[in-house]
């Protein structure tokens, strides 16, 4: 197997994977998890948009054949740090003749250049997990949150001489520490607000141990933290009661009597895995409540301040803003003003009066009326059955999913996702159209090409028509070809 990996952001390369192994891909905002279950193997890869030009990918995998991905990387220079926390890898540049074994618990380190091209083996038949973060320095400078752009500035005055313009590639030593983090970032299958604050201190944990061990360069597997991995574990899950009790004053001896953890170990376990005091994790699980509820309700910046346990609003919008790099208005406005879309997909049955004729005529009437209000979208229908994708502003698509709901031209609406996405799918396309009869003209890594509904969809019963990972896949299909045009 041989995946041509195009750098791209990560959910788009994510789904180049999707498409490479016919696996389903889950998607969240700032997040997506592709899953494998077929002849290819079984597992998971995740990835995690943290902020701008921070990533983490996850591979919990296992190959029944071995995968090469030649990854070619075209964004601006990137800084790949790897770690296998379970099997190895291989890895070469193109004019290397021999592959280099990237060792289980080895840390190592790879700066991208726009325009070259580095070849990973991943082996078959053995359990693989890794982590991968990725860092765009560039990226995360503009993203004005202080301590990331600390980071940032820090990352290339490391790198700096050492990457100047040519890739870079390090190879560090057997490192236990990281691995502490690593196996964190790995098994955390959380995406909820606990889970996220878990995955991120993981990636940064992650991150801080090989930059140390990079500039050490030297054993540090000594490393044991004091506390169990129990305690450890009850500690990283402590978010929840927080946040049950996010409107009242919270104080530690409470959360060790809860916990039945002393309170100095609560501390140091924080400190351990969030690299900041209990007062400081508890203060962030506000503020990413905060944002949860300005993201999903309709309450002003007061209420939310009073819900989630603050007393005055300037020092809930001072804290948010050390934390965001913006004023909780601000933020507020970026999800109103368009900046943030909504995607509703669904699947539905014709009514058995439907002809490709009166599809054409209701795909007509939808591109009028979406050009309107800029929905854009992709319709696809095949053997009776209706899948669409709808995306634009919020309001406006749920009353377009009011009025598809009580069109008589179709019944069975089966609602497959719906929710907030950073950037559309189909931004030029008032409403695509895919049918048995004409199938659909899109663009393929700069060619156009024609793709048949049939060689989309294979062979399918009428019972695998109605599965929502088949729709998912005819999606993601879609949405890797660049879909410009028509
Ligand atoms: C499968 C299907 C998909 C549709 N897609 C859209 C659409 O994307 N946009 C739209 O405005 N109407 C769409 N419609 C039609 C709407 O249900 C509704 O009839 C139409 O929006 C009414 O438009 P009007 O108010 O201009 O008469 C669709 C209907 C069906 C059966």
């Not at 979208?377 to 502003?393: A, M, S």
Request: net charge negative.
């Amino acid at each position: 197997m041989m995946l041509a990996l195009e750098e791209a952001n990560p959910i788009e390369m994510l789904r180049q994977f999707c498409v490479y192994l016919n696996a389903d891909l889950i998607e969240d905002l700032g997040a997506a998890t592709l899953v494998l279950d077929n002849e290819k193997g079984k597992g998971r890869i995740s990835i995690y948009e943290l902020i701008p030009g921070l990533s983490a990918w996850i591979y919990d995998i296992v190959l029944e054949e071995e995968l090469e991905i030649k990854a070619h990387f075209s964004k601006e220079k990137c800084y790949y740090f790897g770690y296998n926390l379970v099997g190895s890898q291989l890895q070469k540049f193109p004019e290397e003749a021999e592959y280099k074994k990237l060792h289980q618990h080895q840390n190592f380190i790879i700066i991208s250049k726009p325009g070259e091209v580095s070849h990973f083996v991943v082996p078959k038949e053995i359990p693989y997990q890794c982590c991968y973060i990725i860092v765009n320095p560039k990226e995360m400078l503009a993203s004005n949150i202080h301590s990331k752009t600390k980071l940032a500035q820090q990352l290339i005055e490391t790198f700096e001489d050492t990457a100047n313009d040519q890739m870079y590639r390090y190879f560090g030593d057997i490192d236990m520490r990281t691995r502490t983090y690593a196996d964190i970032l790995v098994n955390n299958t959380r995406t909820d607000i606990v889970g996220r604050l878990v995955t991120e201190a993981a990636v940064l944990n992650t991150l801080g141990s090989q930059i140390e061990a990079h500039d050490q360069d030297t054993q540090t597997d000594n490393f044991r933290p004091e506390l169990t991995k129990e305690e450890l574990f009850k500690i990283s899950e402590m978010g929840d009661y927080v946040l049950e009790h996010i409107s009242e004053k919270l104080n530690l001896r409470e959360l060790s009597d809860h916990l039945q953890i002393p309170a100095k170990k609560i501390q140091a376990g924080i400190r351990f895995l969030y690299g900041c005091s209990a007062n400081d994790y508890v203060t962030r699980l506000r503020l990413e409540k905060a944002k949860e509820l300005m993201q999903t309700t309709a309450k002003n910046i007061s209420e939310i301040c009073y819900s989630i346990g603050y007393q005055s609003r300037s020092y809930f919008s001072k804290k948010f803003q050390e934390t965001y790099g913006m004023l909780p208005s601000a933020y507020k406005s970026t999800l109103t003003k368009d900046r943030l879309f909504y995607e509703i997909s669904y699947r539905s049955l014709a009514v058995p009066s439907i002809q490709e004729g009166d599809v054409d005529e209701i795909v007509q009437r939808a591109r009028q009326n979406n050009l309107q209000f800029n929905i854009t979208g992709c319709l696809i229908y095949h053997r009776k059955i209706f899948f669409q994708l709808i995306e634009g502003n919020k309001h406006d698509i749920l009353s377009l999913y009011d009025k598809l709901c009580q069109d008589h031209r179709h019944t069975d609406i089966q609602l497959m996702w719906k929710g907030h996405k950073i950037k559309r799918d189909f931004d030029n396309w008032s409403m695509a159209t895919l049918t048995d009869e004409k199938g659909l003209n899109v663009k393929v890594q700069g060619d156009i090409q024609h793709i048949e509904l049939g060689n989309v969809l294979g062979n399918l019963s009428q019972n695998s028509l109605a599965s929502e990972s088949l729709w998912r896949k005819v999606r993601n299909t879609i949405k890797t070809s660049d879909s410009s045009g028509r």
